[in-house]
């Protein structure tokens, strides 16, 4: 499967972003969708996945109550709805695709999250 992520951009702390990842094929709904996020200089981090179906999420403890990860199988497409973003939230953030969220086999090429203080 291929990943394409976007909606990255500049955003003033505690404004939104919306990321999506749109996935080429028809397997789209076979995969946990994962969102990571590496920051200049920090490991690449995990911070939401959502299940095949949908029917189940698990956040980073940084994104609780703030980002919520959300997919369109129809659409194979997978999306991030930041909110209340921080400074420390800014990073460039990949999906990725796998057996299980939180394990990726496939990654797309990152978006880059600016946050303005």
């Known amino acids: 499967v291929q990943l394409q992520a976007s909606g990255g951009g500049l955003v003033q702390a505690g404004g939104s972003l919306r990321l999506s990842c749109a996935a080429s094929?028809?397997?789209?709904?076979?995969?946990?969708m994962s969102w990571f996020r590496q920051a200049p200089g920090k490991e690449r981090e995990f911070v939401a996945g959502?299940?095949?179906?949908?029917?189940?999420?698990d956040y980073a403890d940084s994104a609780k109550g703030r980002f919520t990860i959300s997919r369109d199988n129809a659409k194979s497409t997978l999306y991030l709805q930041m909110n209340s973003l921080k400074s420390e939230d800014a990073a460039v953030y990949y999906c990725a695709a796998g057996m299980r969220t939180q394990v990726p086999v496939y990654w797309g090429q990152g978006t880059l999250v600016t946050v303005s203080s």
């Open positions: 959502i299940t095949r179906n949908g029917g189940s999420t």
């Open positions: 094929g028809r397997l789209f709904s076979m995969y946990a």
